[in-house]
């Protein structure tokens, strides 16, 4: 039989959907599954975006431009400058998706064998992204007990070898919910500096900021336009995963013009969603003020109830809408399977993703789970209730 690849061997499977099975079968035997697995939010997609695909007089869905259209990245940048990020349609490549945002990006920057160093726990795709490119992740801890802060500095440079190209960071973080600081960033600016490293930010959930506080985006930094790089989305900003719109910023130009070669080796994004895309740019800020007070009271909710569990410790998620839990389990991925497997509560239960798929250090985060907060609140609160008796009967 022909053989499959090493990198294909490596290639991770994702510890988001690997319980899915369970879950299944869960249901199957008439039980209500909650899940808080996935950062799959509930909100409603901005009608404007759905009635572009809607009431449009298209007679060939022909293909977009590689790097998307001149309308899209024009408006596109347009809003960026509204949250004082100063691009032209330029520094913009749509793209498939933040995923392919992501993976183009490493591309064009990584040789096999080259290094990225990336605080933990991070989003669990960057192993698989990295691995495609046959690029290692190099993890740098942060910790729960200071809500995933960014690491010390020292600690980076303890890692930077010849091979590190880069830096990535995800703010606000998935699925830690920290939102860097502007000295934070400023910090990592002066590093990536020092060793001429690209500083990649994944800010997907940028709009996603909590308690009044600001996002601040590497693009925003000074001095820094050859080496910044931010992956950015609307899955999550409009709530439409399933559009299949990302896109790559960078004033570098020759990063851009690589990129630019990726995305015309497959041609173009999704033409339909292109034409939701840039509609939902014309979303009002009363969306974003409703969607954003609804997700701070989902946290607020999430992580009180949390902390009246005993032996539960949780970071407090200052952005994006997932928080990692700490639970008095030995194995959280034994427990979540058990939960869907062997245990329900007046035939409900619930699927969390355990979070040492999301560290790459052997053995971070095994007692840890991350839960995402796209349920309402009332379900969030029975969701509570369902994981402390779930914890109880477990541990008896
Ligand atoms: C941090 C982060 N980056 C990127 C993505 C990919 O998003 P998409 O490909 O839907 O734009 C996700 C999706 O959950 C994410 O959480």
Redesign the pocket.
């Given at each position: 039989m022909p053989s499959i690849s090493n990198k294909g061997n490596s290639m991770p499977q994702s510890p988001i959907r690997k319980l899915v099975p369970f879950a299944e079968a869960a249901k199957k035997n008439g039980t209500k599954v909650y899940h808080l697995n996935i950062?799959q939010p509930d909100i409603k997609t901005p009608q404007i975006a759905l009635d572009a695909v809607k009431n449009n007089s298209i007679e060939v869905l022909s293909y977009a431009r590689s790097e998307g259209s001149d309308t899209y990245r024009t408006k596109l940048a347009n809003y960026y400058g509204m949250n004082d990020i100063n691009v032209t349609a330029n520094n913009i490549i749509a793209t498939t998706?933040?995923?392919e945002a992501?993976l183009f990006t490493i591309g064009s920057i990584t040789d096999p064998g080259d290094e990225i160093i990336i605080p933990e726990p991070f989003?669990a795709?960057y192993n698989g992204f990295s691995t495609a490119s046959g690029v290692k992740v190099v993890p740098v801890i942060s910790k729960i007990e200071n809500n995933f802060a960014l690491p010390a500095i020292e600690d980076f440079e303890k890692l930077i070898t010849s091979k590190t190209k880069a830096i990535l960071i995800?703010n606000p973080g998935?699925p830690t919910g920290y939102l860097y600081s502007k000295e934070e960033l400023e910090k990592l600016k002066q590093m990536v500096a020092k060793h001429d490293l690209f500083l990649i930010a994944?800010e997907?959930?940028r709009e996603f900021t909590y308690d009044g506080d600001k996002h601040n985006s590497v693009m925003s930094l000074d001095g820094l336009d050859q080496h910044t790089i931010m992956?950015d989305?609307v899955?999550k900003r409009y709530s439409m995963?399933g559009a299949?719109i990302?896109c790559i910023v960078s004033r570098n130009e020759e990063f851009i013009n690589t990129a630019l070669k990726f995305a015309q080796a497959r041609l173009s994004p999704p033409t339909y969603a292109l034409l939701a895309s840039e509609a939902a740019l014309d979303t009002p800020q009363s969306y974003f003020d409703e969607v954003i007070e609804e997700y701070q009271e989902r946290r607020n909710i999430l992580i009180s109830e949390l902390q009246k569990i005993e032996g539960v410790r949780v970071a407090n998620p200052k952005g994006a809408f997932y928080c990692i839990a700490e639970l008095p389990v030995k194995n959280s991925e034994d427990f979540a399977q058990w939960i869907l497997e062997e245990f329900h509560h007046n035939n409900e239960t619930l699927m969390v993703a355990p979070a040492g798929g999301f560290y790459s250090t052997e053995g971070e985060g095994l007692n840890q789970v991350r839960i995402a907060y796209v349920l309402n609140k009332e379900d969030l609160t029975r969701c509570v209730e369902i994981l402390k008796v779930a914890l109880e009967q477990y541990n008896n």
């Open positions: 950062g998706g933040g995923s992501l989003y795709n995800c998935n994944d997907v959930y992956i989305s899955s995963c299949r990302g």
